[in-house]
Structure formats: C-alpha cells, structure tokens
C-alpha cells in the first residue's frame, strides 16, 4: 500500500456519525484532492481508501448490501457491456453508480431519433453521437473514477475473444438474436460468466449463463435463429429496458460479490402488463 496515499486518506476521513462503530467516510472532494496531490488514479484512491475501511461517501447506501468486501470486489472488477443502446445505457449507468471500477464498452452504433423514447444515454443533443462516446462523457459526470476501455464495433466470432479479454462478466445488451449466440460463444469458451437479458413490449427476460451451462441454447436451440423477435411487431416502451435492465445490474453485482443467488438454469420471465413474474428451468440443449 502506497504509505503517502494511506496517510493523506487517514487525515481526510470523517466520520459519519457520533460514535466508533459508524464508518470513516471520504468526501469526494478530498478523493479529487488526494488525486490531484499525488498524480494518483481516483480508482486507486477509491480502492486503497475501502482497503482501510474509509468509504467513499458515495458508496455509503451500498454499504449494507455489498459489505466492505463487496465493495472493493466492485471496484477491483471489470464488466463488459456489450451494447449501449436501451438495456445498455441503464446498465452502464447503474454498474458505474455501484463503483464497478473497469468497464469495457462495445458497440458499433450511433444515436437517432427513435431511441429518445428508452434509452438512457440519448438525448436531442446526443443524436448521431455514438454509443460508445455518449457513455464515456455520462460516466465521466457519474462517477470519474471508473476506468473505461471503449471498442466503437461491431461484434463477431474473430473479435471477441480480444474484446473480452480480462473481463469479469460479461452483460449481453444486445437486441440482434444470432449475435447473442456468437456472445454466449465466446463467453463460454472464455470461461466467463454471461448476463442475459431482452425485452418486448411490456415484457422482458433474464439469465446468467455461467460457463458450461447451455444458456440460450436451452432456449432456441442449435439451428437457425431469427435476427429479432417480437419486440419488432410490440415495440418498446420507455420502462421495459429500464427493468429488465435493473435486474441486470443485480445479477452482475451478485456474480462480482458472490452474494445471493444467481438466475443460473432459470429464466427469468417479467410481464409488466400482466403484474407478473415467472420463472422457466431450463436443461441442457
């Protein structure tokens, strides 16, 4: 551990209550400050701080869920998010907000007029921006500490394996059926854990796929495969994305931490018109 860094952020913690048992907590002003003072990486400042159990204020309402070590897993792990369209936007939103410190961004797509209904990161402004772009500058204003690698490109068999390379999970973020596969593919043969999710209408799915595990195969089979689904006769509305997108960010947070229960052989199926949920076991295809 860096012992100029551990004294700067032993000087700047604070407390956040009256007694012992209350964590430290650092401000984000003295983060940006030792950052500064020292030429450090926040995410450094960040992680060290968490090491010497001083919370970053920001993270202070994910203390009792994630824990301590929850929360320097996050910061120590790296998600790739393939697609930053209408489930990718919220995903990456919400990974950053958590303090997930590396993600890897990939999508070969800019923004046009008929993304402003869902998608997070597509504003008037943002319209024939990429993807890609338009996510680095939100998660810059979301939290300036996570690390971004960028891949503006579209994915295929040749260049996965290079784009997920080092990755922790993987977040399928995709709304094209057959490049889904070529993903869970790579992921597999990689040996990472996939997150799955889709969305029609008012309904959407969820499923992480760890290594070994059929996955989508349980669900369409080895044969052909359409490029889309229903989605393109029921359209999708503003909220779809948004939840099946949350969903996401949980399974991903339990697969870092090793908390809770992961959707693994289980599909989840979510239909907000109805007010129902429903879950499918899956075998091996």
Not at 81 to 88: M, N
Not at 244 to 257: H, P, R, Y
Request: aromatic fraction near 4%.
């Amino acid at each position: 551990m860096n012992d100029t860094l551990a004294n700067l952020l032993d000087k700047a913690a604070e407390r956040s209550g009256e007694g012992v048992t209350q964590p430290r907590l650092l401000s984000l002003q003295a983060e940006r400050r030792i950052s500064t003072t020292l030429g450090l990486p926040r995410l450094e400042v960040q992680t060290t701080a968490v090491a010497m159990h001083i919370l970053p204020k920001r993270y202070l309402r994910n203390l009792g869920t994630v824990g301590w070590e929850g929360q320097e897993q996050l910061l120590e792990s790296t998600v790739a998010i393939v697609g930053s369209g209408g489930l990718g936007g919220w995903i990456i939103e919400g990974l950053a907000r958590m303090g997930v410190g590396h993600l890897v961004l990939v999508d070969g797509d800019a923004f046009e007029e008929s993304n402003l209904n869902r998608q997070a990161l597509c504003t008037e402004d943002s319209l024939g921006q990429t993807k890609v772009e338009e996510a680095v500058r939100r998660i810059g204003v979301v939290n300036g500490a996570v690390q971004v690698r960028v891949h503006q490109t579209w994915v295929n068999a040749e260049n996965l394996p290079n784009l997920l390379a080092g990755v922790t999970v993987v977040v399928d973020a995709l709304d094209v059926l057959p490049t889904r596969l070529i993903l869970q593919d790579a992921s597999q043969n990689l040996g990472i854990p996939l997150v799955h999710g889709a969305i029609a209408g008012y309904t959407g799915q969820v499923m992480t796929v760890l290594p070994g595990d059929s996955g989508l195969y349980a669900l369409y089979g080895r044969g052909p495969v359409p490029e889309r689904g229903i989605e393109t006769q029921v359209g999708n509305p503003s909220a779809t994305p948004m939840m099946v997108a949350a969903w996401q960010i949980q399974e991903t947070v339990k697969l870092i931490t090793g908390q809770g229960s992961p959707l693994r052989n289980r599909l989840l199926l979510i239909d907000a018109e109805s007010g129902s949920c429903d879950f499918l076991r899956l075998g091996r295809a």
